[in-house]
């Protein structure tokens, strides 16, 4: 018997999970789909709210007041532009930040209780559809930190990286914009902070490694569920909780420091989980962890409220022994 319960662990592999959270016992249910009804796949807006900075545009808020009409889903458009700053000083009370760099606004994980969603309006989009189908892309990001950093009164404060949309959004796949971030970061042995739910961080095992090795950098995998239907919805073009764990266990292997952000959590819908994705991070190799709640301010509630609560509701939530 032994033998057997050695010979088992042996055929493991590197990051897991365990069978019961595999399970899931405590379980949301979706709604099944009526007939007829629209639902863009791969988007968590399914409409573009008004733009509080514009007089005049065109909107679609209600939607069950509005019977011949479609929202089309276009595909993901990138807007390069030549931006005067990267490095941004963080004032904001509430945020364990000094100092933060976003590459790209807008963000194509499109999830659903996003905050940024309301700063896309600042560019005059929409936080809706617009902010996961038209993403502009910093592309001289990494000469403005290069330029920053040789400013002679710069103290090395750490930068989060970031803090505001994802760094590893599909838009780095072909602009590699973090990658040249971080590589400035290195060669000034500027700390720096990253947050995603993306693994395509892995890409950059080898900078970050170098980096941990003078102990200039940590990463945080943010983790919200692992209930993949409650994930699909809430963040739809996310990483799943199992290839989060596998970044957590091949990067924090490769002697990065390696935490979880759990958030947001949501009363009724994924608060209960808190535990147990700790105790996962935690055998995967993370050894710090933050969460925040959510909250719904700006247009954020509309899409929250047409995605979220319709889609998972309170009667359907289902709680094991």
């Known amino acids: 018997m032994r033998g057997e319960t050695e010979a088992i662990q042996k055929l493991k592999p590197a990051y897991f999970m365990s069978e019961k959270l595999q399970q899931d016992h405590f379980k949301v249910a979706a709604k099944e789909k009526e007939e007829g009804q629209q639902y863009l796949q791969g988007r968590g807006a399914q409409f573009n709210t008004k733009n509080r900075f514009l007089k005049d545009e065109r909107t679609r808020e209600h939607i069950e007041g509005i019977d011949d009409w479609e929202e089309t889903n276009i595909p993901t458009q990138y807007l390069e532009q030549e931006s005067k700053t990267i490095v941004n000083k963080v004032e904001s009370p509430d945020v364990g930040m000094s100092y933060s760099m976003n590459p790209y606004a807008g963000c194509e994980h499109g999830c659903i209780y996003c905050y940024a969603r309301n700063v896309h309006e600042y560019w005059g989009y929409s936080a809706g559809l617009d902010f996961e189908q038209k993403i502009i ?11 920053f950093l040789m400013h002679k009164k710069w103290d090395a404060t750490p930068i989060m990286l970031s803090g505001n949309t994802d760094c590893y959004q599909p838009a780095e796949q072909t602009y590699r914009l973090t990658r040249g971030l971080l590589e400035v970061c290195n060669e000034f042995n500027q700390p720096v902070g990253i947050l995603t739910k993306n693994s395509w961080i892995l890409k950059d095992k080898d900078v970050l490694q170098e980096m941990a090795k003078k102990k200039i950098v940590s990463a945080m995998v943010s983790i919200t569920s692992f ?17 989060k764990l596998k970044v957590i266990n091949e990067l924090s292997s490769a002697g990065v420091r390696m935490g979880i952000m759990m958030g947001p959590m949501i ?50 939530i289902r709680s094991g022994t």
């Open 137 to 147: 892309i910093k592309k001289n990001a990494p000469q403005l930190l290069r330029k």
């Open 227 to 243: 209930n993949e239907d409650l994930r699909r919805v809430m963040e739809p073009r996310t990483t799943t909780a199992k290839q």
């Open 267 to 316: 009363p009724g819908l994924n608060e209960h989980e808190m535990q147990r994705i700790m105790k996962e991070a935690r055998d995967n190799g993370a050894t710090f962890t933050a969460y925040t709640f959510i909250r719904l301010n700006g247009a954020i509630k509309f899409y929250f409220m047409t995605g979220c609560i319709k889609t998972f509701l309170t009667g359907q």
